[in-house]
C-alpha cells in the first residue's frame, strides 16, 4: 500500500467499524428502542434532507455560530489589543477577565433566557460569552509576545503607537489568536445547539429537542449526525484559514533556507 | 552592482528647519552628533544600577565612528539613547544642537537580531515600505527608493521573498536596505555583522564603507570586534566597564579607501589594533 493513502484507508476502516459496532449494538438492542440501527437513521436522515424545516434550521444554526464567532472575534482582538498594550487598562479588567473566565456559558443560560427569551439574540449572546474571552486572553498573550526589537525597529523609524499597534504588534499576534479562533470555531457551533436544546433558542438544538420529545430518536441521532458534520466542516475551514493567513509563519512555513 | 544604481541613493532633503540653519552649522566644528556627559541607570535611589557613568564624544558629518568595548558593557543602552528610545538619566545626546528627545528623524537604526527586526509576515520589499509609509510619499516614490536601496545591497532579485527564505547575511543586507530607503543622514548600527558568518562580515563591512562613500552618510558602529572597528573607522571610541565611560578615543590614521586584503596587512593596521586592544585588556 502507498504511504500517501494509508492514513485515508485507516480513517475509513475507524469510521466503518464505529458504524458496525453501532449496528451491533442497536440490532442487539442493548439500549431498546432509545438507540435505533444505523440503517434507519440515515434512512430517516436521507428523507430529512428533503424537508425545508431542517434547511431553515441548519441556517439559523450555522448563522448564529459564524455571527456570535465573528463578533467575538471582532469584539476580542480589540479588547486583547488595549487589554495587552496598556498596563491601566489591564490592571483595570484583568480580575474581572479571569473571574469570568472559568463560567461556561451554560450556567448563565437560564438567566440568558429569562432576560431575552428564547430568541436568536439569546442564542448570539450565549455564544458570545462563551468564545469571547479566550479570545480576549490569547490576543493579550500574543500583544505580549511581540519581540521587543521588532517594537524598536518601528519605534527608531518614527512610526506612531497606533501604527505600531497596526502593523506591528497585530500581525505579530496573529499567531495567537489564530490558535484561539481555531478553538472557539467548533465552541460557538456546540453552544449555538446547546442554546437551542436548553434554552429554545433557533436551529438544530431546537430540532433535537423537539424529537427527543416526540421521541423520534432516529431523527434524533440524525440531526447529531449533521452536528457532528458540520462540527468537522468548522474545524477544515478555520485551520485552512489558518494557514492561509499565517502562511510566513514558522509553524507554515513551506520554504525553510 | 553599478555605482549608478548606488548615485541614485542620494540622501532625502534636509528638513526646512535645518536648511534655515547658517551654512557654518555643518562645518567642522559643530559635530552631527554630540554626546555630552550623557549617563544612563535604570532604577532609582539606593537601588538604581548606573550602566552608563559618563560618554562624551562627538561624530562629525561624513564620519564612521565605531564604539568598541567589553561585551556587556552597555553599548546598546548607549544607542537606544541615541536613537531616542530610552531617556538619558542625566547628560545629553544632540543632533546638530538639537538635543534628542524622541526617534530622529535623520536617523535610522539597525539591530544585531535581524531575524527579530525584520517582520516575517512582510515580503522583503513591503519590509522596507512598512517605516516610510507614515511618511506619505507618492507610490512612485516608494517604488524608486525600494528599487534603489536594494540595489545597494545587491538584493534586486529577493523582493518578493520573505525574510526567513534568506540567508542571515541577506537577512542583514535586507535590514541595511530597510535604512537606506529611509534616506537617513545618521545611521546607527548595533553589532550589525556580529551574527552572520566571517566572509558575509567582510563583505558587509565593505558595504557599510561603500554606503558612507556614495551617501555622504554619517555612521555610527557598536560592535565588539577591535579589528573590524579599526577597519572600518574613522575614530574609534574606546569604553570601559562598568559603568561604561570613554577609556580613549583613537584617530585611525589608515588610508582610504580601505580594502579587506590590504589595509588589514598594513603595520599601522597591527599598530593601531594593538592600541585599541591593549586599551581594552588593561585591568580597570
Known amino acids: ?257 | 552592482m553599478s555605482i549608478r544604481q548606488l548615485a541614485t541613493l542620494s540622501p532625502r532633503p534636509r528638513k526646512s528647519s535645518m536648511a534655515q540653519q547658517p551654512e557654518t552649522r555643518i562645518s567642522t566644528t559643530t559635530p552631527r552628533l554630540d554626546v555630552a556627559h550623557l549617563a544612563k541607570s535604570y532604577g532609582s535611589g539606593e537601588k538604581a544600577h548606573k550602566v552608563i557613568e559618563d560618554l562624551t564624544f562627538t561624530v562629525d558629518a561624513g564620519e564612521i565612528v565605531c564604539i568598541v568595548g567589553p561585551s556587556g558593557v552597555g553599548k546598546t543602552t548607549l544607542l537606544k539613547c541615541l536613537a531616542g528610545l530610552h531617556p538619558a538619566s542625566s547628560g545629553r545626546a544632540s543632533i546638530d544642537g538639537r538635543a534628542i528627545s524622541g526617534p530622529p528623524a535623520e536617523m535610522a537604526l539597525v539591530f544585531q537580531d535581524y531575524n527579530r527586526s525584520l517582520m516575517p509576515w512582510l515580503t522583503v520589499r513591503k519590509n522596507l515600505i512598512l517605516p516610510l509609509r507614515h511618511l506619505r510619499l507618492p507610490a512612485s516614490e516608494l517604488k524608486e527608493r525600494c528599487d534603489s536601496a536594494l540595489a545597494a545591497v545587491g538584493l534586486s532579485h529577493a523582493g518578493n521573498q520573505y525574510p526567513w527564505q534568506l540567508s542571515g547575511g541577506m537577512q542583514q543586507r535586507v535590514a541595511i536596505a530597510r535604512a537606506l530607503a529611509y534616506r537617513p543622514e545618521i545611521l546607527i548600527m548595533d553589532e550589525p555583522f556580529a551574527s552572520v558568518d566571517a566572509q558575509t562580515r567582510f563583505d558587509l563591512e565593505d558595504l557599510c564603507l561603500k554606503i558612507r562613500r556614495d551617501f555622504n552618510m554619517t555612521i555610527l558602529v557598536v560592535t565588539h570586534d577591535i579589528d573590524e572597528a579599526v577597519y572600518l573607522a574613522d575614530r574609534v571610541v574606546v569604553l570601559g566597564s562598568r559603568p561604561a565611560r570613554v577609556l580613549k578615543v583613537v584617530d585611525v590614521d589608515l588610508p582610504v579607501p580601505r580594502e579587506q586584503i590590504t589595509t588589514r596587512s598594513l603595520p599601522e593596521f597591527a599598530r593601531q589594533r594593538t592600541e585599541v586592544l591593549s586599551l581594552i585588556k588593561r585591568p580597570a
Open chain 1, 1 to 257: 500500500m502507498k504511504p500517501s493513502i494509508r492514513p485515508l484507508a485507516f480513517s475509513v476502516l475507524g469510521i466503518v467499524t464505529a458504524l458496525v459496532i453501532w449496528q451491533v449494538l442497536a440490532e442487539a438492542r442493548v439500549a431498546g428502542n432509545a438507540l435505533p440501527s444505523a440503517t434507519t437513521v440515515f434512512a430517516n436522515l436521507a428523507s430529512t434532507l428533503g424537508l425545508g424545516s431542517f434547511w431553515s434550521s441548519l441556517a439559523s444554526t450555522i448563522g448564529i455560530a459564524l455571527l456570535a464567532l465573528a463578533l467575538s472575534a471582532v469584539a476580542g482582538i480589540v479588547i486583547g489589543l488595549l487589554v495587552g498594550s496598556f498596563e491601566s487598562v489591564r490592571y483595570a479588567t484583568l480580575a474581572v477577565l479571569e473571574f469570568l473566565k472559568p463560567v461556561p456559558p451554560i450556567v448563565i443560560l437560564p438567566l440568558a433566557v429569562l432576560v431575552l427569551g428564547p430568541t436568536v439574540e439569546m442564542s448570539l449572546f450565549l455564544v458570545v460569552f462563551g468564545c469571547l474571552l479566550p479570545i480576549v486572553m490569547q490576543t493579550v498573550d500574543g500583544v505580549q509576545s511581540t519581540d521587543p526589537v521588532a517594537r524598536d525597529t518601528a519605534r527608531s523609524y518614527g512610526m506612531g503607537e497606533g501604527e505600531i499597534l497596526a502593523r506591528v504588534v497585530l500581525p505579530s499576534a496573529m499567531p495567537y489568536i489564530g490558535t484561539a479562533l481555531r478553538v472557539a470555531a467548533p465552541a460557538a457551533l456546540v453552544v449555538t445547539v446547546v442554546a437551542g436544546l436548553l434554552g429554545g433558542g433557533p436551529g438544530l438544538g431546537q430540532s433535537i429537542y423537539q424529537a427527543q420529545a416526540a421521541g423520534d430518536y432516529a431523527g434524533l441521532y440524525g440531526l447529531v449526525i449533521v452536528l457532528g458534520l458540520l462540527g468537522l466542516l468548522f474545524q477544515g475551514a478555520t485551520r485552512v484559514a489558518e494557514r492561509r493567513v499565517l502562511h510566513w509563519h514558522e509553524s507554515y512555513r513551506e520554504v525553510v533556507p
